[in-house]
């Protein structure tokens, strides 16, 4: 038996990767777009939602001489640019922890209703919309990152300019106005096209005055993700981006703090 070794080494090494030697990763290159905001004292949450909490753990110079810090911070699921997960509305489906990594990251094609919503903060975005988009740009390819770009960006972190109230509490809930997606066209994606997650640059998927998250419910029953609270839409260009969307790792969790970026090509 030992007859055949030199030959199974002959075919086995040449796949291997020297050990000195670390693969480096293949990532677009281009203009990198921080889509997400900081955490702090003015992050918007839901009004219902606690908010964000850092207390000092300890911070200067240790007996020992030298600099350490360390935090502990608390925030709700829901709240900055954050991970809507597909069982925040639809049981069954899957938990922040359990969504594919090929969902969270890739091409993106941002929808920009800009104008809409400059008009009627409750603009709720539609078919017509999302066609009017591809009439210049071409059928969303399958496998995209839907983003819809509303300009509402540019209100943050002013609570009442950007969610329409800065009261907090359930009352605040009813004072809401921003735009989102109608469930007319939120159910027409999941019908018609086969996109891998959706994100907007408001607080929510579904407009402020919604009562029941019908988005929510189409979106989520299909197991496609949401990203909310979106930060520099207006940096990415309608197609050709790459995006990059890893949230927080919270087991079973229904959303999470989320670190989002975009990269542009270049030219």
């Not at 889509?35 to 110079?61: C, H, L, R």
């Not at 009627?120 to 539609?126: F, K």
Request: hydrophobic share 40%; charged share 20%; with cysteine.
């Amino acid at each position: 038996m030992h007859r055949f070794l030199p030959l199974l080494l002959v075919l086995v090494l040449p796949a291997c990767q020297p050990a000195n030697e670390v693969a480096s990763p293949v990532f677009p290159q281009g203009t990198i777009v921080d889509m997400s905001y900081a955490y702090n004292d003015e992050t918007v949450y839901w009004p219902t939602a606690p908010g964000f909490d850092k207390n000092t753990d300890f911070e200067g110079i240790t007996p020992a001489g030298f600099w350490y810090t360390a935090y502990t911070v608390t925030t709700a699921e829901h709240g900055g640019t954050h991970l809507d997960a597909p069982i925040h509305f639809s049981e069954g489906k899957h938990a922040a922890d359990e969504i594919p990594l090929e969902r969270l990251m890739g091409s993106a094609v941002v929808v920009d209703v800009t104008e809409q919503a400059a008009a009627d903060r409750d603009h709720l975005i539609s078919v017509d919309d999302i066609m009017a988009h591809e009439h210049e740009h071409g059928s969303i390819p399958d496998g995209s990152i839907l983003l819809f770009h509303t300009g509402f960006g540019q209100y943050w972190p002013d609570r009442e300019a950007y969610m329409g109230t800065a009261e907090r509490g359930q009352d605040a809930v009813a004072l809401l106005h921003f735009p989102g997606i109608d469930p007319e066209a939120a159910q027409w994606l999941v019908d018609n096209r086969s996109i891998k997650a959706v994100g907007i640059d408001t607080p929510s998927i579904d407009y402020g005055q919604s009562a029941l998250f019908e988005s929510h419910q189409a979106l989520f029953g299909a197991n496609i993700p949401a990203f909310e609270n979106v930060a520099n839409l207006d940096q990415l260009p309608e197609t050709g981006a790459t995006v990059i969307a890893l949230p927080m790792k919270i087991e079973g969790g229904s959303g999470g703090p989320l670190r989002m970026v975009g990269i542009v090509p270049e030219g």
